[in-house]
């Protein structure tokens, strides 16, 4: 039963560090509850959201997978976990991984184009079914029904395994204000 605490408080501490950092970037004097805004609206610094993203993303390794779940209390579904995080984040993103395959920036998907916090979409046939935050040095982080959690993959993952989606897209959802450092 510890272990689980832990696990809870460690994440409460990191949503509360990425949440003092971006209030004190901002300028303000005190964290604010978050409120969604629309992608364009972030004023802050594109890479300190970046890993302000990969952060919360790694905190939540290990949680239980859950179809249709969004909380590390009741675990994720991989849609579930990007929308958590990056509501967290005050980033609204749709709920499936089908319509999170089309917010934000379009990205060839390629890894020497790829920044963390980018979202990778995975499925067969056009039909995205699988969704997860690119992290750093060729990996990710997903709610994977098959390991029963959310973990952290390479992104050239090669199994004979009928469950594992093929990569097939990568979406820009963290833009800051440079736009030419963060364009596609």
Not at 11 to 27: D, I, M, N, P, S
Not at 65 to 79: N, V
Request: hydrophobic share 40%.
């Amino acid at each position: 039963m510890l272990d689980p605490l832990l696990r809870q408080a460690a994440r409460t501490a990191t949503l509360l560090a990425a949440t003092l950092l971006l209030a004190h970037e901002a300028g303000a004097q005190r964290p604010q509850p978050p409120r969604p805004k629309p992608f364009a609206a972030f004023s802050g610094s594109a890479q300190s959201l970046r890993d302000s993203v990969v952060a919360l993303a790694r905190a939540q390794v290990g949680t239980p997978y859950r179809l249709g779940g969004g909380s590390p209390d009741r675990g994720f579904d991989c849609s579930g976990l990007v929308q958590f995080i990056l509501r967290a984040l005050q980033r609204d993103v749709p709920r499936t991984a089908q319509q999170q395959a089309f917010v934000g920036a379009e990205v060839e998907p390629d890894t020497s184009r790829l920044r963390p916090g980018d979202l990778l979409t995975f499925g067969r046939d056009s039909r995205v079914s699988h969704v997860g935050i690119y992290v750093g040095d060729g990996r990710f982080v997903h709610a994977s029904s098959t390991a029963g959690r959310v973990v952290e993959s390479p992104i050239a993952r090669r199994s004979s395994s009928r469950d594992l989606k093929p990569w097939t897209g990568v979406r820009r959802v963290l833009l800051g204000q440079d736009a030419g450092q963060d364009a596609p």
